[in-house]
């Protein structure tokens, strides 16, 4: 459908004809409030408009009435439940509480002659219901005055004003946002828009992987998870319902159906946001610091655990290794040529058929996975797997997986993925349904009891959306099943293993609970190198802790398979890799480094500087799995207050304590930007002030701009290992940044 640039055709999806049977109902003035359990609830009626793009109301239709429920949590978050015909969930598995957000909640509310105000047991405005009249000096009938709306503001954090935006329109027939609407389909409630006021200079963060600019403002998202196909368009793998305001607020929308969010895009005076359902329920945080509302974030849903120690080692992979003679082949230079290295990963190739998931090693070229998985292990090599939740018409599990239901019934394949194999999948595992979960754990345990120490659960971000599955429609499990489906692979893994981690593509809200999230099918391009590290910093901003990449990119341009990486990308990549919280290659052409002479020395110390800085990585992490703060951080977590840096996208805070700044181009060159404070060098150790750019910076291709915050002291590890297996963390030595 071709743009109209109207709201009610281009956001809240009615045809330009308007003959597809929608009828939009506006909020007008509340009528009651009342308190229940501590809950505040108020009457609004609706008023259905005429079927037209001029915003009329259609008064041959009685005001239907709906209630909208505020609820608080803790000190500085609100709930907003507005039900059209379905329920609301008191509880998701989104949701995950934490234990401060369970104590007084009970509201209060007075009436005055103009307004209702809400307040909390020690007297802080939480919201506020306004009647007052636009002042009017009247000398004209040529345009009618206002219809009637509602006017009604929140204080999550009993200060801070965010209110719903009654008049953003051009005249009374036409508007650009409605404060509080929905949309009947064939006389049934289907979907509910609400929109909130914006500030000309307000930014906005998060809604999950986004590979554009790093301020959303003017952006329109559609919350719909798909596979990105690399990382420089509108598509992503993880669309997260949460955004992050410059003006001291977040709001996670609580819902898993498709929605959209326009950030002062179809109108720069709001926010918009449009659930595919007949309700809203969203949730505003306060806080005074980015970090607060990210916590609060987490805080609804949850913190992520701690990835065990190995895992901030060195991942080696490529699309794929086929055999375990390659496998130990490599594992074995890298020993030799003195690559420290804790993981080796099988990709598509460890199954009969490439592509074809079964569960199971290829007995001819994985003979016996057990002794083969030991004797790496025993090398410092632990295993990885890849696997997907599609089950093939010729996978050796179809007939029981279909017999017993565990895997949705369809007569497509799904749209959209970028199957490689163009493999025919019959169905999605069903994870709605306990006895299907369980049998999907079964298959992984099997292969965690042999030694796998982690599975990388690809996919997930599109399922069959034909088919039936037992707990929710399919539109609803859409967005929520990459959740689903980590949570048993990350579950069982743990169970096996003692240590909690997943190697996971797909994403959505409550997903960061299961460590550890990597950026998708990226570029081997300066381009997808650049959009990754945006990707990165957007998802840290949407509640996420851990986050990777395939370095030096996953797949080649122009040819997919075959093009050649320049040196130059491979060793800045790999530069950008050091300074992640995890750090894998992969692609689907020759990754290891003897494979790059010119440079493979250089990469060498890199791998081993990483190894040095896996105490740093340990600290910070501690400090990720406990406040609102992710490993890689973009600078306005550390400086909201400088609007520089909420523009700037390439460079970031690694942990607490270091600034990086890759090197993205092959001129060697680059800004850099110096925030507040007295900053120096990691390797050349000069001193720097801040609240500066270092225009044009030269930087050789074996160096790296990575600034440390003077008076700072970073962990290191003082000798050379093999992998994490031969540290011993009493030895850790700090390094005073005087």
């Not at 306005?636 to 520089?644: A, E, S």
Request: hydrophobic fraction near 35%; charged fraction near 25%.
């Amino acid at each position: 459908m071709r743009q109209t640039n109207y709201q009610l055709f281009d956001f809240l999806d009615f045809s330009p004809l308007l003959d597809e049977g929608d009828r939009l109902w506006r909020a007008c003035t509340p009528t009651r409030i009342v308190e229940r359990e501590g809950d505040i609830y108020i009457s609004i009626p609706f008023q259905q408009q005429h079927n037209s793009n001029e915003i009329k109301p259609d008064t041959t239709y009685r005001k239907k009435e709906h209630i909208l429920r505020i609820r608080k949590y803790g000190n500085k978050i609100l709930r907003l439940s507005l039900s059209l015909g379905d329920e609301i969930s008191e509880d998701s598995e989104m949701l995950s509480f934490a234990a401060e957000l369970k104590t007084d909640t009970s509201l209060s509310y007075l009436q005055l002659e103009d307004k209702w105000i809400v307040k909390d047991t020690a007297g802080n405005k939480k919201a506020a219901v306004s009647f007052a009249k636009p002042m009017i000096d009247h000398w004209s009938d040529l345009i009618p005055p206002p219809e009637d709306t509602i006017q009604i503001s929140f204080f999550p954090d009993g200060e801070k004003e965010i209110s719903l935006s009654a008049y953003d329109m051009f005249s009374p027939a036409r508007h650009d946002a409605f404060a509080l609407a929905y949309v009947e389909h064939n006389g049934k409630p289907d979907r509910a828009t609400c929109s909130i006021k914006a500030k000309p200079d307000e930014c906005f963060y998060g809604t999950g992987e986004r590979f554009t600019k790093i301020d959303l403002a003017g952006k329109t998202f559609q919350l719909r998870n798909q596979d990105g196909q690399g990382v420089n368009n509108r598509r992503t793998y993880k669309n997260i319902p949460f955004y992050l305001s410059s003006e001291d607020y977040g709001l996670f929308l609580h819902t898993t159906s498709f929605a959209k969010f326009s950030l002062a895009d179809h109108s720069t005076r709001s926010v918009q946001i449009l659930t595919d359902e007949p309700l809203i329920d969203l949730f505003l945080i306060g806080g005074d610091h980015p970090e607060e509302i990210l916590r609060g974030y987490r805080q609804l849903t949850g913190f992520p655990s701690l990835p065990p120690l190995w895992s901030f080692g060195i991942w080696m992979s490529r699309m794929s290794y086929f055999s375990a003679d390659e496998v130990n082949e490599v594992c074995d230079r890298l020993r030799e040529e003195d690559y420290p290295c804790d993981v080796i990963h099988l990709d598509t190739g460890w199954f009969k058929t490439d592509w074809l998931c079964e569960w199971k090693f290829n007995e001819e070229r994985f003979p016996d996975p057990e002794k083969f998985i030991d004797k790496l292990k025993k090398k410092g090599f632990r295993v990885s797997l890849w696997q997907l939740p599609y089950i093939s018409h010729q996978a050796k599990q179809y007939e029981e997986a279909a017999a017993n239901n565990y895997i949705s019934k369809s007569n497509k394949n799904i749209s959209g993925a970028s199957n490689f194999s163009m493999e025919d999948y019959a169905g999605t595992i069903d994870f709605t349904c306990r006895k299907a979960s369980e049998w999907y754990k079964e298959l992984l345990r099997k292969l965690l009891k042999m030694g796998v120490v982690c599975i990388k659960t690809d996919f997930g971000e599109d399922i069959h959306l034909d088919a039936v599955y037992h707990g929710m429609t399919a539109e609803k499990l859409h967005n929520l099943y990459p959740l689903l489906y980590q949570k048993a692979a990350y579950e069982v893994t743990k169970e096996v293993t003692g240590e909690g981690i997943i190697w996971a593509r797909a994403g959505w809200s409550g997903c960061q609970r299961y460590p550890l999230h990597w950026g998708g099918d990226a570029a081997a391009s300066w381009d997808g190198m650049a959009a990754s590290l945006r990707g990165g910093l957007q998802l840290g901003l949407s509640g996420f802790g851990f986050w990777s990449h395939d370095v030096p990119g996953f797949h080649g341009v122009p040819d997919f398979m075959n093009s050649v990486i320049p040196d130059d990308l491979y060793i800045r990549w790999t530069q950008f890799g050091v300074f992640t919280s995890h750090f894998r290659y992969h692609g689907t052409c020759k990754r290891e480094p003897w494979h790059y002479p010119a440079i493979k020395d250089n990469i060498r110390k890199l791998w081993k500087l990483r190894y040095q800085l896996i105490p740093y990585i340990v600290q910070q992490s501690m400090i990720t799995i406990r406040t609102g703060m992710p490993m890689l951080r973009a600078l306005i977590l550390h400086h909201p207050d400088d609007k520089t840096c909420r523009h700037i996208d390439d460079q970031y805070y690694f942990g607490e304590n270091m600034m990086v700044a890759p090197v993205m181009n092959s001129d060697n060159k680059r800004d850099i930007y110096l925030p507040e404070g007295e900053w120096i060098h990691f390797f050349t150790k000069e001193c720097f002030k801040g609240n500066q750019w270092l225009r044009n910076s030269d930087v050789p291709l074996d160096t790296i701009p990575v600034f440390v915050k003077k008076g700072a002291i970073i962990p290191l590890y003082p000798e050379e290992v093999s992998c994490t297996d031969e540290m011993d963390l009493s030895k850790v030595i700090e390094v005073v940044f005087a």
